[in-house]
T-cell receptor, first 116, second 116 residues
Framework: GAGVSQTPSNKVTEKGKYVELRCDPI?????LYWYRQSLGQGPEFLIY????????DSGLPNDRFFAVRPEGSVSTLKIQRTERGDSAVYLC??????????????FGPGTRLTVL | AQSVTQLGSHVSVSEGALVLLRCNYS??????LFWYVQYPNQGLQLLLK??????LVKGINGFEAEFKKSETSFHLTKPSAHMSDAAEYFC??????????????FGTGTRLTIIP
């Protein structure tokens, strides 16, 4: 009966390094979302997957950010050449299907990324 | 432009007093509206949602919210605050329905403190 899990829970890296953040959605959920929550702000949408494909990546801030979901389950958010401004909590959510009118998003606890 | 605003980044109420957290949206088309709660080091949890059925929505933990189209508001209330209600609360809106627009837009959050 596991919920959405994210690893690692905390990640500290140095400016310019590459990081990967992992999300394990609830089993059977076809829709997966990534959000970023900066200090004192609400979560901001990054990308939405339906199955293996990115249906909406309009929230990715620039080409240093990339996400994959190769088998339609686990997703990895990849950040290249990290900058101090990337420091935030990265949240993952999944829902049974797309369509938020009738499908609830279940959120993971997040990964806190700190770029020194 | 479509947006969501939460008035008051911090709200303090005495235990047993009324809780009122404010949320307003800006849109020519009424969106679907959600309230989420976030406890420290935990993921966002859905409290309640409005999806164009009843305008008064009851959620978990004794919370409720009323959709008022004329005021473009969806304020969250609870008649009697409990110490366990201390958390961060986020209002979120969803304007989707079209494929590729499946995302929540969150307000900046309101931190609720309960005074014993």
């Amino acid at each position: 009966g596991a919920g959405v899990s994210q690893t690692p829970s905390n990640k500290v890296t140095e400016k310019g390094k590459y990081v990967e953040l992992r999300c394990d959605p609830i089993s059977g959920h076809t829709a997966l979302y990534w959000y970023r929550q900066s200090l004192g702000q609400g979560p901001e949408f990054l990308i939405y997957f339906q199955g293996t494909g990115a249906a909406d990546d309009s929230g990715l801030p620039n080409d240093r950010f990339f996400a994959v979901r190769p088998e339609g389950s686990v997703s990895t958010l990849k950040i290249q050449r990290t900058e101090r401004g990337d420091s935030a909590v990265y949240l993952c959510a999944s829902s049974l299907q797309g369509g938020l009118t009738y499908n609830e998003q279940f959120f993971g606890p997040g990964t806190r990324l700190t770029v020194l | 432009a479509q947006s969501v605003t939460q008035l008051g980044s911090h709200v303090s109420v005495s235990e047993g007093a009324l809780v009122l957290l404010r949320c307003n949206y800006s849109s020519s088309v009424p969106p679907y509206l959600f309230w989420y709660v976030q406890y420290p080091n935990q993921g966002l949890q859905l409290l309640l949602k409005y999806t164009s059925a009843a305008t008064l929505v009851k959620g978990i933990n004794g919370f409720e919210a009323e959709f008022k189209k004329s005021e473009t508001s969806f304020h969250l209330t609870k008649p009697s605050a409990h110490m366990s209600d201390a958390a961060e609360y986020f209002c979120a809106v969803y304007w989707g329905g079209n494929f590729g627009n499946e995302k929540l837009t969150f307000g900046t959050g309101t931190r609720l403190t309960i005074i014993p």
